[in-house]
Every structure is written in structure tokens, then in C-alpha cells.
């Protein structure tokens, strides 16, 4: 598996960097620009040209020169990451497919400059200031997700086990990991966040870890992300 991490500050402001933003947009493929185009504010637009930069790196095998079980997340900024995909020339103009939850896979007829053997599995999530994108060679889910004041007890009474509330009780912060493991579980396994609601997800470890690999360190501050991976 394979993180990517992009700050994409530098995007979400257009007036102070539109020229920033139209080299991103020049880098991205033809779906993600789509995407981004249908953005009307701005911050959300910069998460958009993130997603697509993000996911041009991954499919050119793109990393930091650390070796890829460690796990870290490969962290760019918005800038650096557009300066890197300018040196490939022309992007990579990328095919996609759904299943009946919607969740996206690259198409596998594409023929791409992968560095592993099969094209992997993706999973994009984007808050605040971030883009996360994992790849895989297994069914994968990423999610990120920025802490904000909102009314937790109100969220956690509805759709949190009883576990999960006593853990939210003592730290309102774990209210974000566990929201960030369910949207991760529920992406990796296919089914989307409603298949993970009445999951017990406040200890991720033991039976959780025997078919999935659990990831969440080096998390930006302010942030709480998690990433989901089958084992097989």
C-alpha cells in the first residue's frame, strides 16, 4: 500500500493563485478536470485539482525515496506536486469504474507506467486542506477528515456502539478517528459508510486485524485519518 498526502492550500485560494491552479488543471485527466470545473467554491475546486494531481503521481509510481513498507504517507505540497508532474510532460489521461455502491477503480484495460505488477486499488478522501489517496494491490479505503466544532454527541448518540461513546466521552477528538475508520471500513469493504454504522470500531485491533491492516499515524494536525486494507 501506498499514501499519498497533499497539501493543497495553495489551490483553494484562485484569486491569489490562478495561475498555480491552471497549471493543475493542466496536469489531471480529462475526468478530474470535469470534476474540479463543477466546483463553484473555490476551496472545494482545490480539493478536486488535488484529488487529480494525487492520483497522477500514483500511476506513475511516483515516491520520496522511502521504501514503500514503511508505510509512511508520501506528503507534497500543491506546488511540489505540480512541479514533479511537469517533468512527465502530458498527463496520463486515466479511465475509471464504479461498482453498484460507487465506489471507483482504475479501469484495468488501461496501460499504464505502474511500478507494481497489477493496477492497484484506490481510494480518495479530501478535507480541509488535504488530499489522502491510498493505492493498493487490495481492496483499499482511505479517509480523512478535519476536526471541527460541530455537535458530536448528537452525531455519535445516532450511529456510534456504545463503545465507541464511552471512548468519545473521555476524548472528543476520538469522535474524528472512529468517524475516519467507519468511512474507511466501509469503502474498503465496498459498502460505503451505512455498512460500517453499527460496527464496533473502538478498538481496531485483535479480530478487526486479522484480515485488514489498519493505518493512522503521521496524521496532519488538526486531521484524523485512517486507511483500511485487506490483507489478501
Known amino acids: 500500500m501506498r499514501l499519498y498526502l497533499l497539501d493543497v492550500k495553495q489551490l483553494q485560494n484562485e484569486e491569489a493563485d490562478s495561475e498555480l491552479c491552471d497549471r493543475a488543471r493542466s496536469l489531471i485527466d480529462s475526468h478530474r478536470r ?23 503521481l500514483a500511476v506513475r509510481g511516483y515516491t520520496d525515496g522511502e521504501a514503500d513498507e514503511s508505510r509512511h504517507p508520501i506528503e507534497l505540497t500543491a506546488g511540489e506536486a505540480i512541479e514533479l508532474l511537469e517533468g512527465y510532460g502530458e498527463p496520463l489521461n486515466l479511465s475509471y469504474l464504479t461498482n453498484e455502491n460507487g465506489k471507483p477503480y482504475l479501469d484495468p484495460d488501461m ?20 488530499v489522502a489517496l491510498a493505492v493498493s494491490e487490495h481492496e483499499v479505503g482511505a479517509d480523512i ?15 456510534f456502539t456504545e463503545s465507541e461513546n464511552y471512548l468519545i466521552s473521555g476524548d472528543r477528538d476520538m469522535f474524528f478517528t472512529i468517524w475516519s475508520r467507519k468511512e474507511a471500513w466501509g469503502k474498503c469493504e465496498g459498502g460505503g459508510l451505512e455498512s460500517a454504522i453499527k460496527m464496533d470500531l473502538s478498538d481496531i ?6 484480515d485488514h491492516i489498519w493505518y493512522e499515524a503521521c496524521v496532519p494536525e488538526g486531521y484524523a485519518l485512517c486507511v483500511c486494507e485487506k490483507k489478501n
Open 34 to 56: 470535469d470534476k474540479a470545473d463543477k466546483c463553484k467554491i473555490s476551496s472545494a475546486r482545490g480539493l478536486s485539482l488535488g484529488a487529480g494531481l494525487a492520483l497522477q
Open 111 to 130: 496501460v499504464l507506467p505502474m511500478v507494481m505488477d497489477k493496477i492497484p486499488f484506490i481510494s480518495v478522501s479530501h478535507s480541509g486542506s488535504y
Open 205 to 210: 485491533s485483535g479480530k478487526l486485524s486479522l
Open 145 to 159: 477528515q478535519q476536526k471541527k466544532l460541530i455537535n458530536t454527541e448528537r452525531i455519535s448518540g445516532r450511529f
